[in-house]
Protein backbone atom coordinates (compact mmCIF):
# COMPACT_ATOMS: atom_id res chain seq x y z
CA UNK A 1 0.00 0.00 0.00
CA UNK A 2 0.80 3.76 -0.41
CA UNK A 3 2.59 5.50 2.29
CA UNK A 4 0.68 8.26 1.87
CA UNK A 5 -2.61 7.22 2.64
CA UNK A 6 -1.20 4.85 5.36
CA UNK A 7 0.08 8.03 7.33
CA UNK A 8 -3.02 9.89 6.63
CA UNK A 9 -5.37 6.84 8.39
CA UNK A 10 -2.95 6.69 10.90
CA UNK A 11 -3.17 9.97 11.71
CA UNK A 12 -6.51 10.24 12.02
CA UNK A 13 -7.29 6.81 14.14
CA UNK A 14 -4.51 8.51 16.47
CA UNK A 15 -6.52 11.63 16.89
CA UNK A 16 -9.58 9.52 17.60
CA UNK A 17 -11.74 10.35 20.89
CA UNK A 18 -13.07 7.59 23.74
CA UNK A 19 -12.51 3.90 24.15
CA UNK A 20 -15.10 1.59 21.77
CA UNK A 21 -16.83 -1.49 24.19
CA UNK A 22 -14.63 -3.51 25.14
CA UNK A 23 -17.34 -6.55 26.10
CA UNK A 24 -15.18 -8.63 23.30
CA UNK A 25 -12.33 -9.49 25.70
CA UNK A 26 -12.34 -11.74 27.98
CA UNK A 27 -14.23 -14.48 26.52
CA UNK A 28 -12.50 -18.03 27.42
CA UNK A 29 -13.02 -21.35 26.12
CA UNK A 30 -11.90 -24.94 27.04
CA UNK A 31 -8.12 -25.61 25.91
CA UNK A 32 -8.33 -28.41 23.30
CA UNK A 33 -6.56 -31.49 24.27
CA UNK A 34 -2.85 -31.37 24.08
CA UNK A 35 -3.06 -27.66 24.34
CA UNK A 36 -0.92 -26.83 27.32
CA UNK A 37 1.59 -28.94 26.27
CA UNK A 38 1.52 -27.78 22.90
CA UNK A 39 1.84 -23.77 24.50
CA UNK A 40 4.75 -25.18 26.70
CA UNK A 41 6.74 -26.47 23.35
CA UNK A 42 5.81 -23.65 21.32
CA UNK A 43 7.46 -21.49 24.18
CA UNK A 44 10.80 -23.30 24.32
CA UNK A 45 10.65 -23.02 20.67
CA UNK A 46 10.07 -19.76 21.28
CA UNK A 47 13.20 -18.77 23.25
CA UNK A 48 15.61 -20.18 20.88
CA UNK A 49 14.07 -19.17 17.34
CA UNK A 50 11.87 -15.39 18.65
CA UNK A 51 8.84 -16.97 17.35
CA UNK A 52 6.54 -17.69 19.48
CA UNK A 53 2.67 -17.46 20.01
CA UNK A 54 2.52 -18.43 23.60
CA UNK A 55 4.99 -15.78 25.00
CA UNK A 56 3.63 -14.67 28.21
CA UNK A 57 4.22 -10.94 27.64
CA UNK A 58 2.27 -8.49 30.43
CA UNK A 59 -0.33 -6.49 29.33
CA UNK A 60 1.12 -4.34 31.99
CA UNK A 61 4.15 -3.16 30.39
CA UNK A 62 3.27 -0.34 27.71
CA UNK A 63 6.83 -0.50 26.63
CA UNK A 64 6.30 -4.52 25.96
CA UNK A 65 2.74 -5.33 24.58
CA UNK A 66 0.23 -3.21 22.78
CA UNK A 67 -3.11 -3.89 21.19
CA UNK A 68 -3.79 -3.66 17.79
CA UNK A 69 -7.46 -3.45 16.86
CA UNK A 70 -8.01 -5.26 13.33
CA UNK A 71 -11.49 -4.60 11.99
CA UNK A 72 -12.89 -6.78 8.84
CA UNK A 73 -15.50 -7.22 6.76
CA UNK A 74 -15.93 -9.04 3.71
CA UNK A 75 -18.12 -10.04 0.62
CA UNK A 76 -19.31 -6.04 0.01
CA UNK A 77 -20.64 -6.66 -3.38
CA UNK A 78 -21.19 -3.15 -4.34
CA UNK A 79 -24.10 -2.81 -1.61
CA UNK A 80 -23.36 1.43 -1.32
CA UNK A 81 -27.23 1.69 -0.23
CA UNK A 82 -28.96 -0.83 2.59
CA UNK A 83 -29.88 -3.91 0.36
CA UNK A 84 -33.46 -4.29 0.23
CA UNK A 85 -35.44 -7.55 2.30
CA UNK A 86 -33.74 -10.71 3.54
CA UNK A 87 -30.27 -9.57 1.84
CA UNK A 88 -30.88 -6.15 4.58
CA UNK A 89 -31.16 -8.23 7.91
CA UNK A 90 -28.90 -10.50 10.44
CA UNK A 91 -30.46 -12.75 12.35
CA UNK A 92 -29.53 -11.71 16.41
CA UNK A 93 -29.98 -14.89 19.27
CA UNK A 94 -31.77 -12.53 21.80
CA UNK A 95 -31.13 -13.89 25.71
CA UNK A 96 -34.36 -15.31 26.16
CA UNK A 97 -33.40 -17.71 23.29
CA UNK A 98 -35.61 -16.05 21.20
CA UNK A 99 -34.59 -14.76 17.70
CA UNK A 100 -35.29 -11.57 15.69
CA UNK A 101 -34.28 -9.66 12.35
CA UNK A 102 -32.20 -6.73 12.52
CA UNK A 103 -32.15 -4.22 9.86
CA UNK A 104 -28.41 -3.76 8.69
CA UNK A 105 -25.91 -2.44 5.83
CA UNK A 106 -25.86 0.52 3.46
CA UNK A 107 -21.78 2.03 3.56
CA UNK A 108 -23.06 5.23 4.69
CA UNK A 109 -24.02 2.87 7.94
CA UNK A 110 -20.62 0.93 7.48
CA UNK A 111 -18.29 3.61 7.57
CA UNK A 112 -19.95 5.53 10.86
CA UNK A 113 -19.76 1.68 12.57
CA UNK A 114 -15.83 1.38 11.61
CA UNK A 115 -15.17 5.16 12.60
CA UNK A 116 -16.83 5.06 15.99
CA UNK A 117 -15.27 1.43 16.28
CA UNK A 118 -11.40 3.48 15.80
CA UNK A 119 -12.27 5.68 18.92
CA UNK A 120 -9.64 5.46 21.38
CA UNK A 121 -8.06 2.51 19.39
CA UNK A 122 -4.07 4.56 18.41
CA UNK A 123 -3.23 1.33 16.70
CA UNK A 124 -6.31 0.07 14.37
CA UNK A 125 -5.96 -1.83 10.55
CA UNK A 126 -8.76 -2.81 8.74
CA UNK A 127 -9.14 -5.42 6.28
CA UNK A 128 -11.28 -7.44 3.89
CA UNK A 129 -11.80 -10.66 3.10
CA UNK A 130 -12.53 -10.46 -0.91
CA UNK A 131 -15.53 -9.53 -3.65
CA UNK A 132 -15.63 -5.98 -2.72
CA UNK A 133 -17.00 -6.07 -6.38
CA UNK A 134 -18.84 -7.71 -8.81
CA UNK A 135 -22.28 -8.96 -8.59
CA UNK A 136 -22.89 -5.48 -7.48
CA UNK A 137 -26.53 -3.46 -7.70
CA UNK A 138 -26.96 -1.08 -10.31
CA UNK A 139 -25.68 1.85 -8.57
CA UNK A 140 -22.27 0.48 -8.77
CA UNK A 141 -22.39 -2.18 -11.21
CA UNK A 142 -23.61 0.32 -13.70
CA UNK A 143 -20.31 1.97 -13.07
CA UNK A 144 -17.97 -1.08 -13.30
CA UNK A 145 -17.71 -0.58 -9.39
CA UNK A 146 -15.70 2.65 -9.79
CA UNK A 147 -18.22 4.14 -7.05
CA UNK A 148 -17.56 1.30 -4.54
CA UNK A 149 -13.79 1.65 -4.69
CA UNK A 150 -14.44 5.28 -4.28
CA UNK A 151 -16.17 3.97 -1.07
CA UNK A 152 -13.25 1.66 0.30
CA UNK A 153 -10.88 4.66 -0.10
CA UNK A 154 -13.10 7.30 2.12
CA UNK A 155 -13.89 4.69 4.51
CA UNK A 156 -10.07 3.65 5.37
CA UNK A 157 -10.01 -0.04 3.91
CA UNK A 158 -6.30 -0.55 4.70
CA UNK A 159 -6.17 -4.10 2.71
CA UNK A 160 -8.11 -6.77 0.90
CA UNK A 161 -7.83 -10.34 -0.65
CA UNK A 162 -9.15 -10.64 -4.06
CA UNK A 163 -12.43 -13.07 -3.88
CA UNK A 164 -13.65 -14.75 -7.02
CA UNK A 165 -15.83 -11.68 -8.42
CA UNK A 166 -13.42 -9.56 -8.58
CA UNK A 167 -12.49 -11.79 -12.02
CA UNK A 168 -16.29 -11.40 -12.86
CA UNK A 169 -14.58 -8.94 -15.81
CA UNK A 170 -11.07 -9.93 -16.47
CA UNK A 171 -7.39 -9.67 -15.00
CA UNK A 172 -7.49 -6.37 -16.91
CA UNK A 173 -10.44 -4.88 -14.84
CA UNK A 174 -9.32 -5.76 -11.59
CA UNK A 175 -5.74 -4.22 -12.79
CA UNK A 176 -7.56 -1.35 -13.20
CA UNK A 177 -9.40 -1.24 -10.46
CA UNK A 178 -6.25 -1.23 -8.41
CA UNK A 179 -4.57 1.10 -10.48
CA UNK A 180 -7.02 3.29 -11.81
CA UNK A 181 -7.66 4.77 -15.38
CA UNK A 182 -11.20 5.37 -17.50
CA UNK A 183 -12.98 2.30 -18.32
CA UNK A 184 -11.73 1.41 -22.15
CA UNK A 185 -15.35 1.17 -23.26
CA UNK A 186 -17.19 3.14 -21.76
CA UNK A 187 -14.92 5.78 -21.05
CA UNK A 188 -14.74 8.26 -17.82
CA UNK A 189 -17.98 8.93 -16.15
CA UNK A 190 -17.66 12.99 -14.55
CA UNK A 191 -16.28 15.46 -16.86
CA UNK A 192 -12.98 16.59 -15.64
CA UNK A 193 -12.63 13.24 -13.34
CA UNK A 194 -10.10 10.17 -13.79
CA UNK A 195 -10.71 7.07 -12.06
CA UNK A 196 -7.71 7.00 -9.31
CA UNK A 197 -7.87 3.56 -8.20
CA UNK A 198 -7.73 1.85 -5.13
CA UNK A 199 -5.58 3.75 -2.64
CA UNK A 200 -5.24 0.33 -0.68
CA UNK A 201 -3.44 -3.01 -2.29
CA UNK A 202 -5.51 -5.79 -3.66
CA UNK A 203 -3.49 -8.94 -2.66
CA UNK A 204 -3.60 -12.80 -5.18
CA UNK A 205 -1.32 -14.81 -3.54
CA UNK A 206 -2.24 -17.82 -4.92
CA UNK A 207 -3.41 -16.28 -8.05
CA UNK A 208 -0.81 -16.46 -11.12
CA UNK A 209 0.25 -15.44 -14.24
CA UNK A 210 -0.16 -19.05 -16.62
CA UNK A 211 3.09 -18.20 -18.58
CA UNK A 212 5.27 -16.17 -15.93
CA UNK A 213 4.49 -18.52 -12.50
CA UNK A 214 4.39 -14.87 -10.87
CA UNK A 215 1.56 -13.60 -9.38
CA UNK A 216 -0.39 -10.94 -10.97
CA UNK A 217 -1.15 -8.97 -7.64
CA UNK A 218 1.21 -7.94 -4.51
CA UNK A 219 1.22 -11.33 -2.28
CA UNK A 220 1.13 -9.63 0.61
CA UNK A 221 1.96 -6.35 2.16
CA UNK A 222 2.86 -5.00 5.63
CA UNK A 223 0.93 -2.31 7.56
CA UNK A 224 3.44 -0.89 10.30
CA UNK A 225 2.69 2.00 12.55
CA UNK A 226 4.99 3.30 15.61
CA UNK A 227 7.38 0.66 15.68
CA UNK A 228 4.17 -2.38 14.96
CA UNK A 229 4.70 -5.20 12.16
CA UNK A 230 2.01 -7.11 11.26
CA UNK A 231 1.98 -8.93 7.92
CA UNK A 232 -1.00 -9.94 5.91
CA UNK A 233 -1.52 -12.30 3.11
CA UNK A 234 -4.62 -12.20 0.99
CA UNK A 235 -5.61 -15.43 -1.20
CA UNK A 236 -8.75 -16.30 -2.99
CA UNK A 237 -10.57 -19.76 -3.05
CA UNK A 238 -8.79 -22.39 -5.48
CA UNK A 239 -11.84 -23.47 -7.00
CA UNK A 240 -12.39 -19.74 -8.18
CA UNK A 241 -12.60 -21.31 -12.00
CA UNK A 242 -15.56 -23.13 -11.13
CA UNK A 243 -17.64 -20.25 -9.96
CA UNK A 244 -16.28 -17.36 -12.57
CA UNK A 245 -17.00 -17.36 -16.19
CA UNK A 246 -14.03 -19.15 -18.41
CA UNK A 247 -12.97 -15.57 -19.78
CA UNK A 248 -12.55 -14.34 -16.25
CA UNK A 249 -9.94 -16.27 -15.44
CA UNK A 250 -7.98 -16.54 -18.68
CA UNK A 251 -4.10 -17.08 -18.57
CA UNK A 252 -4.52 -17.57 -15.22
CA UNK A 253 -3.94 -20.18 -12.54
CA UNK A 254 -5.43 -20.49 -8.85
CA UNK A 255 -3.38 -22.72 -6.34
CA UNK A 256 -3.74 -24.11 -3.10
CA UNK A 257 -4.63 -21.70 -0.37
CA UNK A 258 -2.64 -23.35 2.47
CA UNK A 259 0.27 -24.09 1.19
CA UNK A 260 0.40 -20.65 -0.36
CA UNK A 261 -0.06 -18.86 2.77
CA UNK A 262 2.60 -20.79 4.31
CA UNK A 263 4.94 -20.01 1.13
CA UNK A 264 4.69 -16.40 1.86
CA UNK A 265 4.34 -16.59 5.88
CA UNK A 266 7.76 -17.85 6.07
CA UNK A 267 9.07 -15.12 3.28
CA UNK A 268 7.55 -12.47 6.10
CA UNK A 269 9.55 -14.55 8.46
CA UNK A 270 12.17 -14.38 7.05
CA UNK A 271 12.05 -10.73 6.66
CA UNK A 272 11.62 -10.20 10.49
CA UNK A 273 7.57 -10.01 9.96
CA UNK A 274 6.34 -12.47 12.81
CA UNK A 275 2.37 -11.45 13.15
CA UNK A 276 0.86 -12.29 10.49
CA UNK A 277 -2.99 -11.87 9.42
CA UNK A 278 -4.32 -14.51 6.09
CA UNK A 279 -7.09 -12.56 4.53
CA UNK A 280 -9.04 -15.82 2.55
CA UNK A 281 -11.63 -15.62 0.45
CA UNK A 282 -13.10 -19.08 1.21
CA UNK A 283 -15.49 -19.86 4.06
CA UNK A 284 -17.55 -22.49 6.28
CA UNK A 285 -20.94 -22.90 6.93
CA UNK A 286 -21.86 -22.47 10.66
CA UNK A 287 -23.66 -24.28 13.18
CA UNK A 288 -26.46 -21.42 13.60
CA UNK A 289 -27.81 -18.60 11.47
CA UNK A 290 -27.62 -16.30 14.18
CA UNK A 291 -24.56 -13.81 14.01
CA UNK A 292 -23.75 -14.01 17.54
CA UNK A 293 -23.91 -17.85 18.52
CA UNK A 294 -21.11 -19.17 20.07
CA UNK A 295 -19.14 -20.66 17.86
CA UNK A 296 -16.82 -22.09 20.24
CA UNK A 297 -19.34 -24.37 21.90
CA UNK A 298 -19.39 -26.94 23.30
CA UNK A 299 -15.49 -26.48 22.03
CA UNK A 300 -13.42 -24.70 20.43
CA UNK A 301 -14.21 -24.21 16.52
CA UNK A 302 -17.03 -26.76 17.06
CA UNK A 303 -19.64 -24.96 15.70
CA UNK A 304 -18.32 -24.63 11.87
CA UNK A 305 -17.69 -26.87 8.86
CA UNK A 306 -16.55 -26.57 5.55
CA UNK A 307 -13.35 -25.62 3.83
CA UNK A 308 -11.85 -23.21 5.82
CA UNK A 309 -12.16 -25.00 8.69
CA UNK A 310 -10.10 -27.85 6.89
CA UNK A 311 -7.85 -24.55 5.72
CA UNK A 312 -7.58 -23.38 9.23
CA UNK A 313 -6.40 -26.64 10.55
CA UNK A 314 -3.39 -26.87 8.19
CA UNK A 315 -2.34 -23.11 7.82
CA UNK A 316 0.96 -22.34 9.47
CA UNK A 317 1.07 -21.58 13.41
CA UNK A 318 2.83 -18.63 12.04
CA UNK A 319 -0.35 -16.82 11.18
CA UNK A 320 -2.12 -15.71 14.00
CA UNK A 321 -5.67 -14.84 12.72
CA UNK A 322 -7.61 -16.05 9.48
CA UNK A 323 -9.97 -13.55 8.01
CA UNK A 324 -12.44 -15.10 5.44
CA UNK A 325 -15.62 -14.81 3.35
CA UNK A 326 -16.91 -16.30 0.36
CA UNK A 327 -20.13 -18.42 2.38
CA UNK A 328 -21.67 -15.12 3.17
CA UNK A 329 -21.41 -16.18 6.81
CA UNK A 330 -21.43 -14.99 9.82
CA UNK A 331 -19.18 -16.46 12.58
CA UNK A 332 -16.06 -16.16 15.13
CA UNK A 333 -14.43 -19.11 15.98
CA UNK A 334 -11.70 -20.06 17.61
CA UNK A 335 -9.85 -23.49 15.64
CA UNK A 336 -6.78 -24.47 16.92
CA UNK A 337 -3.19 -24.34 14.58
CA UNK A 338 -1.11 -27.67 13.29
CA UNK A 339 0.45 -26.46 16.86
CA UNK A 340 -2.75 -26.91 18.92
CA UNK A 341 -3.10 -23.55 19.39
CA UNK A 342 -6.08 -21.10 19.44
CA UNK A 343 -6.26 -19.15 16.62
CA UNK A 344 -9.28 -16.95 15.51
CA UNK A 345 -10.87 -17.76 12.00
CA UNK A 346 -14.18 -15.19 11.19
CA UNK A 347 -16.60 -14.11 8.78
CA UNK A 348 -18.93 -11.24 8.88
CA UNK A 349 -21.80 -12.50 6.52
CA UNK A 350 -21.92 -9.81 3.68
CA UNK A 351 -22.87 -6.70 2.23
CA UNK A 352 -21.47 -5.01 4.87
CA UNK A 353 -24.63 -6.06 7.66
CA UNK A 354 -21.46 -6.66 10.00
CA UNK A 355 -18.22 -5.83 10.84
CA UNK A 356 -15.77 -8.15 13.01
CA UNK A 357 -13.41 -6.39 15.76
CA UNK A 358 -10.80 -8.49 16.85
CA UNK A 359 -7.74 -8.10 19.50
CA UNK A 360 -4.46 -8.92 18.46
CA UNK A 361 -1.94 -8.20 21.58
CA UNK A 362 0.78 -7.43 19.61
CA UNK A 363 4.72 -8.04 21.82
CA UNK A 364 7.43 -5.18 20.83
CA UNK A 365 10.41 -7.72 22.00
CA UNK A 366 9.28 -10.73 19.64
CA UNK A 367 7.20 -8.95 17.21
CA UNK A 368 4.73 -11.66 17.33
CA UNK A 369 1.46 -11.38 18.58
CA UNK A 370 0.54 -12.78 21.56
CA UNK A 371 -1.41 -16.16 21.80
CA UNK A 372 -1.96 -18.52 24.62
CA UNK A 373 -3.59 -21.87 25.54
CA UNK A 374 -6.96 -20.84 26.17
CA UNK A 375 -9.16 -17.99 24.35
CA UNK A 376 -7.57 -14.67 25.91
CA UNK A 377 -8.53 -11.95 23.10
CA UNK A 378 -12.22 -13.12 21.54
CA UNK A 379 -13.34 -11.74 18.32
CA UNK A 380 -16.57 -10.30 17.92
CA UNK A 381 -19.19 -9.45 15.12
CA UNK A 382 -21.34 -6.11 15.25
CA UNK A 383 -24.01 -5.32 13.41
CA UNK A 384 -24.29 -2.34 10.80
CA UNK A 385 -27.31 -0.84 12.39
CA UNK A 386 -29.40 1.73 10.47
CA UNK A 387 -30.53 3.46 13.63
CA UNK A 388 -27.11 5.49 13.93
CA UNK A 389 -26.16 8.81 11.90
CA UNK A 390 -24.88 7.91 8.58
CA UNK A 391 -21.81 8.96 7.10
CA UNK A 392 -22.04 12.32 5.09
CA UNK A 393 -19.14 12.12 2.66
CA UNK A 394 -20.85 8.46 1.54
CA UNK A 395 -24.47 10.31 1.32
CA UNK A 396 -22.81 12.61 -0.65
CA UNK A 397 -20.81 10.09 -2.86
CA UNK A 398 -24.32 7.84 -3.16
CA UNK A 399 -26.34 11.07 -3.89
CA UNK A 400 -23.24 11.69 -6.58
CA UNK A 401 -23.75 8.33 -8.03
CA UNK A 402 -27.02 8.05 -7.68
CA UNK A 403 -27.63 11.31 -10.47
CA UNK A 404 -25.68 10.22 -13.12
CA UNK A 405 -27.67 6.48 -12.50
CA UNK A 406 -30.93 7.76 -12.35
CA UNK A 407 -32.43 8.10 -15.75
CA UNK A 408 -31.67 4.08 -16.17
CA UNK A 409 -32.51 3.02 -12.80
CA UNK A 410 -35.72 4.60 -11.84
CA UNK A 411 -37.50 3.25 -15.12
CA UNK A 412 -40.14 0.59 -14.37
CA UNK A 413 -40.01 -2.65 -15.59
CA UNK A 414 -42.88 -4.21 -13.99
CA UNK A 415 -45.13 -4.51 -10.75
CA UNK A 416 -45.40 -7.25 -8.23
CA UNK A 417 -48.28 -7.80 -5.30
CA UNK A 418 -46.08 -9.19 -2.77
CA UNK A 419 -42.50 -9.58 -1.89
CA UNK A 420 -40.35 -12.37 -4.77
CA UNK A 421 -37.94 -14.00 -2.32
CA UNK A 422 -34.92 -15.26 -3.94
CA UNK A 423 -31.36 -14.63 -1.87
CA UNK A 424 -32.00 -14.88 1.68
CA UNK A 425 -34.28 -18.36 1.69
CA UNK A 426 -33.60 -21.44 3.16
CA UNK A 427 -35.59 -23.68 1.08
CA UNK A 428 -34.23 -25.53 -2.03
CA UNK A 429 -36.24 -23.92 -4.36
CA UNK A 430 -36.95 -20.06 -4.06
CA UNK A 431 -40.05 -18.28 -5.89
CA UNK A 432 -37.57 -15.40 -7.75
CA UNK A 433 -35.19 -18.03 -8.78
CA UNK A 434 -38.56 -19.68 -10.52
CA UNK A 435 -39.69 -16.84 -11.66
CA UNK A 436 -35.82 -16.09 -13.70
CA UNK A 437 -36.42 -19.70 -15.05
CA UNK A 438 -39.66 -18.94 -16.51
CA UNK A 439 -38.50 -15.82 -17.55
CA UNK A 440 -35.03 -17.35 -19.38
CA UNK A 441 -37.81 -20.26 -21.12
CA UNK A 442 -39.83 -17.98 -22.34
CA UNK A 443 -37.25 -15.69 -24.38
CA UNK A 444 -35.71 -18.95 -25.77
CA UNK A 445 -38.76 -21.04 -26.33
CA UNK A 446 -40.04 -19.97 -29.80
CA UNK A 447 -37.96 -22.13 -32.45
CA UNK A 448 -36.15 -18.98 -33.84
CA UNK A 449 -35.07 -18.30 -30.71
CA UNK A 450 -33.53 -21.48 -29.08
CA UNK A 451 -36.41 -23.89 -29.47
CA UNK A 452 -35.89 -24.13 -25.24
CA UNK A 453 -38.13 -26.68 -24.00
CA UNK A 454 -37.27 -25.75 -19.82
CA UNK A 455 -34.51 -23.52 -18.03
CA UNK A 456 -32.25 -23.83 -15.48
CA UNK A 457 -30.45 -21.01 -13.58
CA UNK A 458 -27.97 -21.44 -10.41
CA UNK A 459 -28.93 -20.21 -7.47
CA UNK A 460 -25.98 -18.17 -6.96
CA UNK A 461 -26.91 -16.24 -9.88
CA UNK A 462 -29.65 -14.71 -7.76
CA UNK A 463 -28.44 -11.76 -5.87
CA UNK A 464 -31.12 -10.45 -4.47
CA UNK A 465 -35.31 -10.49 -3.36
CA UNK A 466 -37.66 -8.35 -4.98
CA UNK A 467 -39.25 -6.14 -2.58
CA UNK A 468 -42.99 -4.99 -2.79
CA UNK A 469 -41.66 -1.73 -0.78
CA UNK A 470 -40.79 0.70 -2.56
CA UNK A 471 -36.98 1.90 -3.06
CA UNK A 472 -37.32 5.20 -3.47
CA UNK A 473 -40.29 7.45 -5.12
CA UNK A 474 -41.42 4.98 -7.55
CA UNK A 475 -44.14 3.31 -5.06
CA UNK A 476 -44.62 0.09 -3.61
CA UNK A 477 -44.74 -3.22 -5.98
CA UNK A 478 -43.35 -1.11 -8.27
CA UNK A 479 -39.99 -2.84 -10.07
CA UNK A 480 -37.37 -0.65 -11.00
CA UNK A 481 -34.36 -1.48 -13.83
CA UNK A 482 -32.29 -0.81 -11.38
CA UNK A 483 -33.62 -3.75 -8.56
CA UNK A 484 -33.64 -5.90 -11.96
CA UNK A 485 -30.55 -5.32 -12.36
CA UNK A 486 -29.55 -5.83 -8.14
CA UNK A 487 -31.09 -9.41 -8.77
CA UNK A 488 -29.67 -10.70 -12.10
CA UNK A 489 -26.28 -8.28 -12.14
CA UNK A 490 -24.05 -10.24 -14.56
CA UNK A 491 -25.29 -9.72 -17.19
CA UNK A 492 -24.66 -13.25 -18.80
CA UNK A 493 -25.94 -14.53 -21.80
CA UNK A 494 -29.02 -16.64 -22.29
CA UNK A 495 -27.98 -19.62 -24.26
CA UNK A 496 -29.76 -23.01 -25.24
CA UNK A 497 -28.52 -26.14 -25.63
CA UNK A 498 -29.61 -29.84 -26.85
CA UNK A 499 -29.18 -32.32 -23.82
CA UNK A 500 -30.09 -35.85 -23.69
CA UNK A 501 -32.20 -37.22 -21.29
CA UNK A 502 -29.26 -39.11 -19.29
CA UNK A 503 -27.22 -35.70 -19.30
CA UNK A 504 -30.17 -33.85 -17.83
CA UNK A 505 -30.15 -36.42 -15.26
CA UNK A 506 -26.81 -35.73 -14.85
CA UNK A 507 -26.93 -32.41 -14.06
CA UNK A 508 -29.67 -32.82 -11.73
CA UNK A 509 -27.42 -35.27 -9.82
CA UNK A 510 -24.74 -32.80 -9.82
CA UNK A 511 -26.58 -30.64 -7.70
CA UNK A 512 -25.72 -32.59 -4.77
CA UNK A 513 -22.79 -34.63 -5.67
CA UNK A 514 -19.17 -34.74 -7.07
CA UNK A 515 -18.00 -31.38 -6.53
CA UNK A 516 -21.54 -29.78 -4.66
CA UNK A 517 -21.76 -33.58 -2.34
CA UNK A 518 -20.93 -31.40 0.65
CA UNK A 519 -22.77 -27.91 -0.13
CA UNK A 520 -25.64 -28.62 -2.35
CA UNK A 521 -26.38 -26.27 -5.01
CA UNK A 522 -30.20 -26.69 -6.26
CA UNK A 523 -30.59 -25.23 -9.99
CA UNK A 524 -34.21 -23.39 -9.75
CA UNK A 525 -35.96 -25.30 -12.55
CA UNK A 526 -38.78 -23.52 -15.03
CA UNK A 527 -42.69 -24.72 -14.74
CA UNK A 528 -43.16 -27.70 -16.34
CA UNK A 529 -40.12 -29.54 -14.96
CA UNK A 530 -40.58 -31.36 -11.74
CA UNK A 531 -38.87 -34.14 -9.21
CA UNK A 532 -38.61 -35.36 -6.09
CA UNK A 533 -35.44 -34.42 -3.74
CA UNK A 534 -34.81 -36.77 -1.16
CA UNK A 535 -32.33 -35.38 1.40
CA UNK A 536 -32.55 -38.50 3.80
CA UNK A 537 -30.36 -40.13 1.18
CA UNK A 538 -26.60 -39.20 0.33
CA UNK A 539 -24.95 -38.18 -2.86
CA UNK A 540 -26.48 -38.30 -6.98
CA UNK A 541 -29.25 -40.62 -4.88
CA UNK A 542 -30.90 -37.78 -2.96
CA UNK A 543 -32.30 -37.05 -7.01
CA UNK A 544 -35.44 -39.31 -7.88
CA UNK A 545 -34.94 -40.31 -11.18
CA UNK A 546 -38.43 -41.91 -11.73
CA UNK A 547 -40.08 -38.48 -10.79
CA UNK A 548 -38.34 -36.53 -13.43
CA UNK A 549 -40.87 -35.38 -15.66
CA UNK A 550 -41.12 -32.59 -17.94
CA UNK A 551 -45.12 -31.22 -18.65
CA UNK A 552 -46.20 -34.58 -16.87
CA UNK A 553 -44.10 -36.70 -18.73
CA UNK A 554 -40.97 -39.08 -17.52
CA UNK A 555 -37.71 -37.76 -19.13
CA UNK A 556 -36.83 -39.72 -21.71
CA UNK A 557 -33.15 -40.81 -21.30
CA UNK A 558 -32.46 -40.73 -24.88
CA UNK A 559 -34.37 -38.02 -26.42
CA UNK A 560 -32.53 -34.05 -26.80
CA UNK A 561 -34.50 -31.75 -24.92
CA UNK A 562 -33.68 -28.11 -25.66
CA UNK A 563 -32.42 -26.53 -22.11
CA UNK A 564 -31.97 -22.89 -21.89
CA UNK A 565 -29.69 -21.33 -19.33
CA UNK A 566 -27.35 -18.66 -18.52
CA UNK A 567 -23.89 -19.02 -19.84
CA UNK A 568 -22.18 -19.50 -16.92
CA UNK A 569 -24.20 -22.48 -16.46
CA UNK A 570 -23.52 -23.37 -19.85
CA UNK A 571 -19.88 -23.15 -19.17
CA UNK A 572 -20.23 -25.83 -16.63
CA UNK A 573 -19.74 -23.13 -14.21
CA UNK A 574 -20.89 -24.44 -10.07
CA UNK A 575 -19.67 -27.82 -10.86
CA UNK A 576 -22.29 -28.90 -13.41
CA UNK A 577 -19.73 -30.51 -15.75
CA UNK A 578 -22.18 -31.95 -17.92
CA UNK A 579 -23.83 -29.24 -19.17
CA UNK A 580 -20.69 -28.21 -20.93
CA UNK A 581 -21.63 -30.71 -23.18
CA UNK A 582 -24.68 -29.59 -24.62
CA UNK A 583 -24.77 -29.20 -28.53
CA UNK A 584 -25.95 -26.99 -30.92
CA UNK A 585 -26.05 -23.89 -29.03
CA UNK A 586 -27.84 -20.85 -29.98
CA UNK A 587 -27.12 -17.33 -27.89
CA UNK A 588 -30.20 -15.13 -26.59
CA UNK A 589 -30.51 -12.06 -24.83
CA UNK A 590 -29.00 -11.31 -21.75
CA UNK A 591 -30.57 -13.02 -18.00
CA UNK A 592 -31.23 -9.13 -17.43
CA UNK A 593 -33.35 -8.46 -20.45
CA UNK A 594 -34.95 -12.01 -20.09
CA UNK A 595 -36.19 -10.89 -16.64
CA UNK A 596 -37.31 -7.06 -17.40
CA UNK A 597 -39.26 -8.48 -20.58
CA UNK A 598 -40.99 -11.01 -18.62
CA UNK A 599 -42.45 -8.73 -15.77
CA UNK A 600 -42.87 -6.02 -18.56
CA UNK A 601 -45.22 -8.52 -20.63
CA UNK A 602 -47.29 -10.63 -17.04
CA UNK A 603 -47.55 -7.44 -14.99
CA UNK A 604 -48.94 -4.34 -14.99
CA UNK A 605 -50.22 -1.36 -12.64
CA UNK A 606 -53.85 -2.94 -12.24
CA UNK A 607 -52.47 -6.36 -12.60
CA UNK A 608 -49.20 -7.31 -10.46
CA UNK A 609 -47.75 -10.21 -11.00
CA UNK A 610 -47.78 -12.81 -7.92
CA UNK A 611 -44.97 -14.64 -6.44
CA UNK A 612 -44.34 -18.29 -7.69
CA UNK A 613 -45.20 -20.81 -5.54
CA UNK A 614 -42.00 -22.30 -5.63
CA UNK A 615 -43.29 -26.37 -5.50
CA UNK A 616 -41.96 -27.48 -8.34
CA UNK A 617 -39.50 -29.73 -6.41
CA UNK A 618 -40.84 -31.57 -3.86
CA UNK A 619 -38.62 -31.85 -0.98
CA UNK A 620 -38.45 -35.08 1.36
CA UNK A 621 -36.51 -35.03 4.73
Same mark, same amino acid.
Given at each position: ?????????? *?? +??????? !?? /? $? %?????? #?? &???????????????????????????????????????????????????????????????????????????????????? *?? +??????? !?? /? $? %?????? #?? &???????????????????????????????????????????????????????????????????????????????????? *?????????????????????????????????????????????????????????????????????????????????????????????????????????????????????????????????????????????????????????????????????????????????????????????????????????????????????????????????????????????????????????????????????????????????????????????????????????????????????????????????????????????????????????????????????????????????????????????????????????????????
Amino acid at each position: MSPRPQRRRA *TR +RLTAGAA !VL /A $A %AVGITA #AA &PAGAESAATATAAHARHTGHGHGHGGSHGHASRTVDVQLLSFNDFHGNLEPPQGSSGTVEELQSDGGRKRVDAGGVEYLASSLR *TA +RKGHPYS !VT /A $A %AGDMVG #AS &PLLSGLFHDEPTIEAMNKLGLDVTSVGNHEFDEGRAELTRLQKGGCHPTDGCYEKGKRFKGADFPYLAANVTDEKTGRPILKPY *TVWKHKGVKIGFIGVTLEGTPDVVSANGVKGLKFHDEAETIDKYAKELDRQGVKSIVALVHEGGLPASTAYNYDCDSPGPGNGISGPIAEIAKKVTPKVDALVTGHTHQAYACTIPDPSGMPRTVTSAASFGKLYTDTTLTYDRRTKDIVRTSVKSAAARNHVVNRTQPKAADMTALIQRWNKLAAPVANKPVGYISADIPGRGMASPETPLGDLIADAQLEAAKAADKGGAQLALMNPGGVRADLAHKASGSEGDGVVTYGEAFTVQPFTNMTNVVGLTGTQLLTALQQQVSGANAASPKILQVSQGLTYTLDLTKSGAERVVKDSVRLNGDPIDPARTYRVAMNEFLAGGGDGFAVLKEGKDKYVGPSDLDALTAYLTAHSSATAPLAPPKADRISVVK
